[in-house]
């Protein structure tokens, strides 16, 4: 294979394993949330539902590392190795490269910590995990700012139905009825102690 | 809506009575002079001194779940780390006052406890943890003036409890300390293994540590005398409700519950049933009551022990079902909050009881205040369900007559008076 | 019942953490039931040799981390 073959093949694979990327991180924290709803999913016990946005979000590493890995190597899109680690110094579009950037430290932070749950605790766990709220936006951001078919039109759409459902799951997140319970007191002694600061029937718990 | 009661069980009250803490002299010991009058001073004493006294006296702790002290000193001193020591005075019990009387009246006593067993556990950190009543300025000139003598090798911390039922339970005293909040914590690892900011910890009862001051003096066979061999010592006991003369007595182990009462001056009216323990305690019947010794093996076949020293009396004319609704109630509102059977339970429980004590109800609310209860019971960080539930347990069996008469719409109450004191806390 | 000379495994709920949210007992159900709070039933906690994988899961699985292995 001509080497500039190569660098068409190492352009086309790092621009779609970007897009592909952004469809699972959406499938990853719209299985997040529904994790945290403690919810069934048709066919999918609560443990089910856990354990697949935990292989989803490895997944998603995967294609994220292939994503960097083909655009650092690939010449014409003039990303140096350190750009993709550290956010806002790249050439060009530093700004749009960086939210790229910060989205993947985000998610290594993410993935590392959960793998490592049950040494650091469920409250270090759950503060850096929050950040997932973070991650999402730089992610899309990034690619909006950076997509090379943000023109076509099947590129828009998938970044429009992506964009709601995480803007509707997210409004899902915050409304009342978003956690399964029913039937029971939620403890109201305790503000600090958990994450349903936005959701929960009676207070904080 | 909840009755709230209070009543300021007097903690000052002086009477015919004798015993090592009170003593034959009714006399504050506040002052160093006073109390080094009538008790001397402390022997020097290095930590394994301190740990046989401990052992060979048999001292249990005295806040409630007598635990023996030298148990505590041991995994103390096997853990790793450098020791911290808590002197409990915190008091959540509502019926209970004999831990504000001992840090009114014999601080020093109590503080001397402190400082011996900082010395058996090598602890550089002590902690005076109090009832919020207390008054920290008095106890502040208390340390000073013990500091001006050289008498406290570590220094002391005072430190006002919250407010609350529970914030004297051990995992509580040692979450407020670290800086948290005054609620029980999950009880791995143990607190003398990992306490306060991760330090092997000693929460010690003030009255145990008071005691522990004078078996310093006096030695371990001067205590074990005034029990019984199985049960050494003495114990300061809050006698409340219908008696004569309400407040603070002190008993040796082994004694009848008639003559703890008669040294409370006996009772006003004919009592129909004795509350023994605490809110996590146990009723007894007017027959168990006067048949009953103060000790834990003659108490435990009616699934009672001496607890932290509460005694309340119950005249024939109070309605037992109204009292313990109005205890259900304040317990279920001093649950913590943190675990799901007891925050879910107690309030469906203590719901049940009002039911039935207010508007007569029927069976099926005996039952399910009986079914949640099974639900509650070993379910949680701390054993409040669990106290909560033999207090309840035991009130239906002794007030089972009442229970029929609400059954039938009736109530046998003569007399509209509160008893049981169930303070407003946060 | 697992027991060598000296141990026994069971399993143990942290109650300050436990939220109910039934995990534990879709995957240790010989063991753990819930209550009508969601709140975890465990009437006999001794995890067996052939249960003790699936506890492991279990215990890996809790949102919470209510959930620990004592041995005694």
């Given at each position: 294979m001509s080497s500039a073959a190569i660098d068409k093949a190492l352009w086309y694979l790092g621009r779609s394993s970007g897009v592909v990327s952004l469809v699972l991180l959406t499938l990853v924290v719209a299985l997040g949330i529904a994790t945290r709803s403690g919810r069934l999913l048709p066919g999918l016990p609560r443990f089910a539902v856990s354990a697949v946005h935990r292989s989803a979000s490895l997944l998603a590493v995967v294609f994220l590392t292939v994503h960097v890995v083909t655009l650092t190597l690939d010449p014409q899109s003039q990303l140096r190795w350190i750009d993709a680690v550290l956010p806002f110094g790249s050439h060009p579009k530093p700004l749009w490269i960086g939210l790229g950037a910060a989205s993947l430290d985000l998610m290594v932070a993410l993935v590392v910590t959960s793998l490592l749950r049950q040494r650091i605790g469920h409250r270090v766990w759950r503060a850096i995990h929050w950040a997932a709220y973070a991650l999402w936006p730089f992610a899309l951001l990034h690619t909006i700012g950076?997509?090379?078919?943000?023109?076509?039109g099947w590129m828009l759409s998938l970044v429009i139905a992506c964009t709601l459902s995480i803007a509707g799951l997210t409004i899902w997140r915050l409304s009342t009825r978003f956690l399964d319970d029913a039937g029971r007191t939620i403890g109201?002694?305790?503000?600090?102690?958990?994450?349903r600061l936005l959701a929960g029937s009676k207070g904080l718990r | 809506m909840t009755i709230l009661f209070e009543r300021?069980?007097?903690?000052d009250t002086e009477g015919a009575r004798r015993g090592a803490l009170i003593g034959s002299a009714p006399t504050a010991q506040r002052e160093l002079r006073a109390h080094l009058a009538a008790h001397g001073s402390v022997p020097a004493m290095d930590a394994h001194a301190v740990v046989r006294l401990a052992t060979d006296s048999g001292l249990t702790g005295h806040g409630g779940a007598g635990f023996p002290l030298y148990r505590k000193l041991e995994a103390v001193l096997a853990a790793r780390g450098r020791a911290i020591v808590v002197a409990n005075g915190a008091e959540g019990e509502p019926a209970s006052a004999k831990d504000r009387w001992l840090l009114t009246r014999r601080p020093h006593l109590v503080l001397d406890g402190l400082q011996l067993v900082a010395r058996a556990t090598k602890a550089n950190e002590a902690y005076l943890y109090v009832n919020h009543r207390l008054d920290v300025a008095t106890l502040t000139d208390v340390l000073t003036e013990r500091q001006r003598a050289g008498l406290d090798r570590v220094s002391v911390t005072i430190v006002t409890a919250p407010h609350?039922?529970?914030?004297?339970?051990e995992s509580a005293v040692v979450g407020h300390l670290s800086g948290g909040v005054a609620l029980p914590r999950f009880k791995s690892p143990r607190v003398t293994e990992r306490g306060v900011r991760g330090r092997p910890t000693l929460v010690s009862n003030v009255e145990t540590l008071a005691l522990l001051a004078l078996v310093a003096r006096r030695g371990a066979a001067w205590f074990r005398a005034l029990g019984t061999t199985d049960a050494p010592g003495t114990m300061l006991l809050t006698v409340s409700g219908a008696v004569r003369g309400s407040g603070i007595v002190e008993a040796g182990h082994g004694t009848p519950l008639t003559d703890v009462l008669a040294l409370a001056g006996g009772s006003s009216i004919p009592l129909q049933a004795v509350l023994l323990g605490g809110y996590h305690g146990t009723w007894l019947s007017a027959d168990e009551f006067a048949a009953a010794k103060l000790s834990r093996s003659d108490l435990a076949p009616l699934n009672a022990s001496p607890g932290a020293g509460v005694i309340v009396g119950l005249g024939e004319g109070t309605c037992g079902l109204a009292e313990m609704s109005r205890v259900m109630s304040y317990l279920a509102h001093e649950?913590?909050?943190?675990?799901g059977p007891c925050l879910n339970g107690l309030p469906r429980i203590a719901a049940q009881v009002k039911s039935l004590a207010l508007?007569?109800?029927?069976r099926r609310a005996v039952d399910e205040m009986l079914r949640l209860g099974e639900l509650v019971v070993g379910r949680g960080a701390c054993h409040h369900p669990d106290g909560s539930m033999r207090f309840l347990r035991s009130g239906l069996r002794v007030f089972a007559a009442e229970v029929e008469l609400h059954l039938a719409r009736r109530c046998s109450r003569t007399s509209n008076d509160l008893v049981l004191p169930t303070p407003v806390t946060r | 019942m697992k027991t060598t000379a000296t141990t026994t495994t069971r399993i143990v709920v942290d109650w300050t953490a436990c939220d109910g949210r039934g995990l534990c007992a879709e995957l240790l159900p010989e063991l753990i039931s819930r209550d009508e709070w969601g709140f975890p039933l465990i009437p006999d906690p001794t995890v067996t040799a052939p249960l003790r994988d699936h506890a492991t899961r279990a215990i890996a699985a809790c949102p919470r981390l209510a959930l620990r292995l004592a041995h005694t």
């Open positions: 950076t997509g090379t078919d943000m023109h076509r109201t002694r305790l503000p600090s102690r958990d994450t | 300021d069980i007097q903690a609350a039922f529970i914030s004297g339970e649950s913590a909050g943190q675990c508007k007569g109800g029927d | -």
